[in-house]
């Protein structure tokens, strides 16, 4: 059964910490691994990474995939109050058609 | 860029009615949109691919003649959700193709919140 498990489920942090996400996933025909940010409606699209080894950024934000141990992790550096949110991980398989399956996520909360 | 609307954004409704909810790609076509389904604190879970001018795929445990799609036009995909009981509260999403390869391309609506009381 395909699997997609992230941690910390929750997390609280200060303003100006540096956060890690994680997210595995056990799939068949893996295709794309990819990161969303959702506040309270639709999921913003962040990353995808289908290479293992190349770090995406933009701004204060990074992703990573490791293809041989099947995870990534997103890191966001100098958090803000605004990077509060529900952080979701979704891998889209080579067979589904973009249809993604996805983490449980990790809620963030950044306080002042 | 790629916009999906969603409407109604809230509905609530008494047990045993029907309701349908609309999803529109406004400035691009899409064959292809997803349905999904987010209970509060947990992920989205696909409920059915939909297929403009097919029938949609549904995901196994998904009633196909629960939640009826129809997908008519390459801008637009219904969901309804027919003799809906409270547990059918839920928040529901759909996501659309704007084209192009990988799944970056997908675009998500706003959701509809639907309470069934």
């Known amino acids: 059964e395909d699997k997609v498990v992230q941690s910390p489920l929750s997390l609280v942090v200060h303003e100006g910490d540096t956060v890690t996400l994680n997210c595995s996933y056990e799939v068949t025909n893996f295709r794309s691994l990819l990161w969303y940010k959702q506040e309270k409606k639709a999921p913003t699209f962040l990353f995808m990474l289908?290479?293992?080894?190349i770090e995406k950024k933009s701004g204060r934000l990074s992703s990573i995939l490791d293809k041989k141990e099947l995870f990534s992790i997103l890191n966001i550096t100098a958090t803000q109050t605004g990077d509060s949110a529900v952080y979701l991980c979704?891998?889209?398989?080579?067979?589904?058609?973009?249809?993604?399956?996805f983490g449980k996520g990790t809620s963030l909360l950044v306080t002042p | 860029g790629a916009v999906v609307s969603q409407h109604p954004s809230r509905v609530i409704c008494k047990s045993g009615t029907s309701v349908k909810i609309e999803c529109r790609s406004l400035d691009f076509q899409a064959t292809t949109m997803f349905w999904y389904r987010q209970f509060p604190k947990q992920s989205l879970m696909l409920m059915a691919t939909?297929?403009?001018?097919?029938?949609?795929?549904?995901e196994q445990g998904v009633e196909k003649d629960k939640f009826l799609i129809n997908h008519a036009s390459l801008t637009l995909s219904t969901l309804t959700v027919t003799s809906a009981h409270p547990e059918d509260s839920s928040f529901y999403i759909c996501?659309?193709?704007?084209?192009?390869?990988?799944?970056?391309?997908?675009?998500f609506g706003a959701g509809s919140r639907l309470t069934v009381l």
């Open positions: 939909s297929n403009e001018g097919s029938k949609a795929t549904y």
């Open positions: 289908t290479s293992s080894g």
């Open positions: 996501s659309a193709s704007s084209g192009g390869s990988g799944a970056n391309v997908l675009t």
């Open positions: 979704a891998v889209d398989r080579s067979n589904s058609g973009y249809a993604l399956n």
